[in-house]
């Protein structure tokens, strides 16, 4: 199964995130299919930048997010367009 996740990047005690579609069975920093954006929580305010298209793509097909990519794509109102596109079915 494939599920929407953060890879952690950046040095020690300075974390920033690429937000990939990954094999559920790979490790956190191990093997992704695609990028799909980049999250840095240290900026002010958080940098929060997704890739729309990419993001529903993946959805569509079945990909499930995790919890944190999952408020950073309600955040971002992604999530709500892949609900109503779900529900107009």
């Not at 997704?50 to 919890?67: H, S």
Request: glycine letters at 8%; proline letters at 6%; charged letters at 35%.
């Amino acid at each position: 199964m494939v599920k929407l996740r953060l890879r952690r990047m950046g040095g020690k005690k300075m974390p920033c995130y690429r937000v990939v579609a990954a094999d559920s069975r790979s490790p956190r920093d191990g093997r992704f299919l695609e990028t799909l954006g980049r999250y840095d929580p240290r900026q002010e305010p958080s940098l929060i930048e997704i890739d729309e298209e990419k993001a529903l793509k993946w959805l569509r097909q079945g990909a499930q997010p995790t919890g944190q990519v999952r408020k950073l794509m309600q955040i971002k109102g992604i999530w709500q367009k892949f609900q109503e596109e779900k529900s107009g079915k």
